[in-house]
T-cell receptor, first 121, second 114 residues
Framework: AQSVTQLDSQVPVFEEAPVELRCNYSSSVSVYLFWYVQYPNQGLQLLLKYLSGSTLVKGINGFEAEFNKSQTSFHLRKPSVHISDTAEYFCAVSQPAPGYAGGTSYGKLTFGQGTILTVHP | GAGVSQSPSNKVTEKGKDVELRCDPISGHTALYWYRQSLGQGLEFLIYFQGNSAPDKSGLPSDRFSAERTGGSVSTLTIQRTQQEDSAVYLC????????????FGSGTRLTVV
């Protein structure tokens, strides 16, 4: 079984300030990690993903995340936020497919509860 | 199509009625997923299709929920005898065969049961 915890339900920040949205996961096998963003009345958009290799992952809109296996974390960061970054952000975990790296999943995602990022002028 | 298309975008139904929600995935995507997003439960997996078969339907909350996929393309999620707790946004996503690389989600169907 796997689970995801997003440590902050809401994060208010001023425009041009840096931001970090925290995500911790638990899993007994290797994982793939994702961050999605949801703007009001829209579906989920993939921001970035960690599958393997470099632990620092860069995504769209200037976001990046760092996979830390020892701390089982995948925190999302942006050095300078804009008003347009106001949205809800979801961290998610998936397992590799069966027969690979101990995985048992065909891509089913387990999501955290979400973090609402509000950027103030 | 260019993206995952879901219809209707909004549906209001009376308690006890049946509803059908449609998902049209990206052309060529063999994997298709349904999720439900509700205030109390967050984002929950419902069912996964690979082609027309559903190897994982472990997230369907009750036997009132069913889904099918035809021609390896369009999928329909059916909820029978709707209840107020079924009110949620139902999201569909599709992916190429190597599904772990991240999905493309549709905009969802907002279901309100009154």
């Amino acid at each position: 079984a796997q689970s995801v915890t997003q440590l902050d339900s809401q994060v208010p920040v001023f425009e041009e300030a840096p931001v970090e949205l925290r995500c911790n996961y638990s899993s007994s096998v290797s994982v793939y990690l994702f961050w999605y963003v949801q703007y009001p009345n829209q579906g989920l958009q993939l921001l970035l993903k960690y599958l393997s290799g470099s632990t620092l992952v860069k995504g769209i809109n200037g976001f990046e995340a760092e996979f830390n296996k020892s701390q089982t974390s995948f925190h999302l960061r942006k050095p300078s936020v804009h008003i347009s970054d106001t949205a809800e952000y979801f961290c998610a975990v998936s397992q590799p497919a069966p027969g690979y790296a101990g995985g048992t999943s065909y891509g089913k995602l387990t999501f955290g509860q979400g973090t609402i990022l509000t950027v103030h002028p | 199509g260019a993206g995952v298309s879901q219809s209707p975008s909004n549906k209001v139904t009376e308690k006890g009625k049946d509803v059908e929600l449609r998902c049209d995935p990206i052309s060529g995507h063999t994997a298709l997923y349904w999720y439900r997003q509700s205030l109390g439960q967050g984002l929950e997996f419902l069912i996964y299709f690979q082609g027309n078969s559903a190897p994982d339907k472990s997230g369907l909350p009750s036997d009132r929920f069913s889904a099918e996929r035809t021609g390896g393309s369009v999928s329909t999620l059916t909820i029978q005898r709707t209840q107020q707790e079924d009110s949620a946004v139902y999201l569909c996503a599709s992916s190429p065969i190597r599904a772990n690389y991240g999905y493309t989600f549709g905009s969802g169907t907002r279901l309100t049961v009154v």
